[in-house]
T-cell receptor, first 109, second 114 residues
Framework: SQQGEEDPQALSIQEGENATMNCSYK?????LQWYRQNSGRGLVHLIL?????REKHSGRLRVTLDTSKKSSSLLITASRAADTASYFC?????????FGTGTRLTVIP | ETGVTQTPRHLVMGMTNKKSLKCEQH?????MYWYKQSAKKPLELMFV???????ENNSVPSRFSPECPNSSHLFLHLHTLQPEDSALYLC?????????????FGPGTRLTVL
């Protein structure tokens, strides 16, 4: 399926550390998006990386994409307690996004 | 979150009830979506509307009936639901349905079916 699969399912780190979350998918994609969800709320778009890009930055976020391995990673540097949330990757086909189950990140103050 | 609003935020209903979820977007978008989010399952795309026309229906049971009267409003009519339909129902909107487009989500309706 085109669904993203995030790894690990859960991650717990100390404030100030970096957090890395990985995403794998099975089919060819046009782009890949990352979203964040605070507990029981809607998703918020973080960043989009196109299939011809290898790396993209936005503030403390760094996203990589390796289409040969069908994988992406999201790095959050200098984490803060407010970064505690679930993070989803969404490989995108022609029309739709295909979300996975997410990585639950807990940042301990 | 004020870009996409959803009401009610919480809903408890019996299996024989009929209820409706409402979504409104204030972003001028032309595409709207319903998603279902259950614990430990991938976010499930239910329906897609583009320019008020349904463009995708991912094998959703007929007890879920969407309605899109205009580009700003989306409804999900519910009837004779099952307990396994309990979930967080998320509405989203975007400008166009292409995969390049960022989707903006509402806060969701937490539905419990007794």
């Amino acid at each position: 399926s085109q669904q993203g699969e995030e790894d690990p399912q859960a991650l717990s780190i100390q404030e100030g550390e970096n957090a890395t979350m990985n995403c794998s998918y099975k089919t060819s994609i046009n782009n890949l998006q990352w979203y964040r969800q605070n507990s029981g709320r809607g998703l918020v778009h973080l960043i989009l990386i196109r299939s011809n890009e290898r790396e993209k930055h936005s503030g403390r976020l760094r996203v990589t994409l390796d289409t040969s391995k069908k994988s992406s990673s999201l790095l959050i540097t200098a984490s803060r307690a407010a970064d505690t949330a679930s993070y989803f990757c969404a490989p995108t086909g022609a029309n739709n996004l295909f979300f996975g189950t997410g990585t639950r990140l807990t940042v301990i103050p | 979150e004020t870009g996409v609003t959803q009401t009610p935020r919480h809903l408890v209903m019996g299996m024989t009830n009929k209820k409706s979820l409402k979504c409104e977007q204030h972003l001028g978008h032309n595409a709207m979506y319903w998603y279902k989010q259950s614990a430990k399952k991938p976010l499930e795309l239910m329906f897609v509307y583009s320019l008020e026309e349904r463009v995708e229906n991912n094998s959703v049971p007929s007890r879920f009936s969407p309605e899109c009267p205009n580009s700003s409003h989306l409804f999900l009519h519910l009837h004779t639901l099952q307990p396994e339909d309990s979930a967080l129902y998320l509405c989203a909107s975007s400008q166009g349905t292409g995969g390049i487009n960022e989707q903006f989500f509402g806060p969701g309706t937490r539905l419990t079916v007794l």
